[in-house]
């Protein structure tokens, strides 16, 4: 169990740039989520998949933003021509939701890439 | 409108003794609880959990209490260490119900001196 990994750990930009990020879950974990962190805050949820199809997406997700698991392992998270608004920590979980012994709801988050906007 | 509720931002405890760390929550949906500590740089770690049909859970020198009319729950470490200084978040889901992202407050820095 080598633990939620995501690249890069941190990324500067320029506004208007593209911006991609990937996170590798924990290799049995079937859902995937992203959250977005900014300072002084709780992690905010962005969205989620179980497997490759995306369930659910937060109003925190403008058109910019994009997500995709094709495969049903890794995941990306694209932002398009980039704000100083988007400057945050972006944080990957991942969670199995059942297990012999009963569901787990316990979602395991990678370091994060942090995210600065010039 | 914030759903979970941190009210302490920071809180101090002289090692060996007990830190209590509090949250609220306001939707009556939540059945899920769990705690996370976080320390700078680093992505939050997962602590410890409880349902909403159970009123504590233990691990070691951490226990969560929740309270479903008060719509609290606490954490309590026991005996505080100097590595548990980290700022500790709460978090709610309606995950027995399906819905299973977390919604999480805005943390408590813990601070234990030594």
């Known amino acids: 169990d080598t633990g939620v990994s995501q690249n890069p750990r941190h990324k500067i930009t320029k506004r208007g740039q593209n911006v991609t990020f990937r996170c590798d879950p924990i290799s049995e974990h079937n859902r995937l989520y992203w959250y977005r962190q900014t300072l002084g805050q709780g992690p905010e949820f962005l969205t989620y998949f179980q497997n490759e199809a995306q369930l659910e997406k937060s109003r925190l997700l403008s058109d910019r933003f994009s997500a995709e698991r094709p495969k049903g392992s890794f995941s990306t998270l694209e932002i398009q021509r980039t704000e100083q608004g988007d400057s945050a920590m972006y944080l990957c979980a991942s969670s199995f939701p059942s297990r012999p012994g009963g569901p787990s709801y316990e979602q395991y988050f990678g370091p994060g890439t942090r995210l600065t906007v010039t | 409108d914030q759903q979970v509720k941190q009210n302490s931002p920071s809180l101090s405890v002289q090692e060996g003794r007990i830190s209590i760390l509090n949250c609220d929550y306001t939707n009556s949906m939540f059945d899920y609880f769990l705690w996370y500590k976080k320390y700078p740089a680093e992505g939050p770690t997962f602590l410890i959990s409880i349902s909403s049909i159970k009123d504590k859970n233990e691990d070691g020198r951490f226990t969560v209490f929740l309270n479903k009319s008060a719509k609290h729950l606490s954490l309590h470490i026991v005996p505080s260490q100097p590595g548990d200084s980290a700022v500790y978040f709460c978090?709610?889901?309606?995950?027995?119900?399906?819905?299973?992202?977390?919604?999480f407050g805005k943390g408590t820095r813990l601070s234990v001196i030594a």
């Open positions: 978090a709610a889901s309606a995950a027995v119900s399906g819905n299973t992202p977390l919604v």
